[in-house]
């Protein structure tokens, strides 16, 4: 049986990478002409059922028609308003290890999207990073909110995804906006990627700017005063993904210096692997070779033996390097006989850091 190519992944995971590469180039507008003009118009039609269907189930929460539960302890959600990666997961670690440095009991709830039926990649990472955290998955996240106060005496809820989970009452409602993308490329599912109209914003009890080093100030500025207008009483933070260090599979660990300079083998399989390949650029890599999977791409031995032969066949000088995301599912070392290693990366306060933790600790009214 021949070995797999160490040129492309395999032939299922090409082919989703590739759908996802013509989706984001057909809603973002980079592909011209009358039939991709066509394409666009019925995505703009199809999205019309799932606007009226998202407005309607959010009228039914804000006239109070369907009910809110709440589990008598605090409940801070953690959410956006797109799909892909605004940068949640380290948002999350950031809420949480804030109330554990209050010397508060947390849990974070999350609906477990790319788990396969286990742990996914977020609830890995979280477990590496923030041990004494217990994450609970499940559809169910009223259920889980009960189990996690209930049998975990938990005092305080993260909610990961939690936007539009407004089935389980919140006392903090955080949105993220990726400063690259902020409204989904101007529209709703299919159309654009964005899960709910910008209007929704005005839910947000604190809107959070990710990726903010990644746009200039001219467009931070815009984004400021469109943000100002949506959600006028929430307070506004901005933040950037920093990189803190390299980690591998064995949890060793390596500073940022073993990129500059260098030239890089990177993959990756999450929602904006754009932001990915550009902060190692950033680091002062070299990306020569650079493969995406789908997002919460769940490996299997067919991918990892393909990236084993892609690791080898990679520049002999070249650092081979992924998300932590990604390494908690793959759990190695090292490729091809190379090490491997992970960013760690951590969200950064740069703007508005003390009125949002002000509204962190007003929760737990400490």
């Not at 591998?248 to 890089?264: Q, S």
């Amino acid at each position: 049986m021949p070995a797999p190519s160490a040129a492309t992944p395999s032939d299922g995971t090409r082919a989703a990478a590739s759908a996802r590469d013509r989706y984001l180039a057909l809603v973002q507008g980079r592909r011209r002409g009358l039939w991709p003009a066509v394409q666009r118009l019925g995505l703009r039609l199809a999205a019309v059922p799932y606007g009226l269907a998202v407005r309607l189930r959010n009228l039914l929460y804000d006239r109070r028609w369907k009910r809110v539960q709440r589990v008598g302890v605090p409940v801070v959600s953690v959410g956006n308003l797109s799909v892909g990666g605004t940068g949640k997961t380290p948002c999350v670690e950031h809420v949480a290890a804030f109330y554990r440095g209050l010397d508060l009991r947390v849990a974070v709830l999350s609906r477990g999207y790319g788990g396969g039926g286990g742990a996914n990649d977020e609830a890995l990472l979280l477990e590496d990073n923030l041990p004494d955290v217990p994450h609970l998955q499940g559809a169910d996240r009223v259920g889980l909110a009960r189990i996690a106060v209930e049998e975990l005496e938990s005092e305080v809820l993260v909610l990961d995804d939690g936007f539009q989970h407004r089935r389980l009452g919140r006392d903090l409602d955080v949105v993220l906006l990726d400063a690259t993308a902020p409204w989904g490329y101007g529209g709703l599912l299919p159309r654009g990627l964005l899960r709910e109209p910008p209007g929704s914003l005005r839910r947000a009890d604190v809107v959070v700017l990710t990726r903010c080093d990644q746009v200039g100030e001219d467009d931070r500025a815009a984004l400021r005063r469109q943000v100002a207008r949506l959600a006028p009483a929430a307070p506004l933070a901005e933040a950037t993904h920093r990189p803190e260090g390299l980690v591998n599979g064995d949890r060793a660990e390596e500073g940022l210096a073993l990129l500059r300079g260098r030239p890089l083998a990177a993959f990756c399989g999450i929602g904006n692997p754009e932001s990915f390949r550009r902060t190692l650029a950033d680091l002062g890599g070299d990306v020569r070779a650079f493969r995406v999977y789908p997002d919460h791409h769940a490996y299997t031995r067919h991918d990892v033996a393909d990236l084993d032969a892609w690791g080898r066949a990679a520049d002999p000088e070249a650092v081979l390097v992924t998300t932590q995301k990604d390494l908690v599912k793959l759990r190695l070392s090292r490729l091809g006989e190379r090490p491997l290693w992970a960013l760690r990366v951590r969200l950064h306060l740069e703007r508005g850091r003390e009125e949002f933790e002000r509204r962190l600790r007003a929760v737990v009214r400490l």
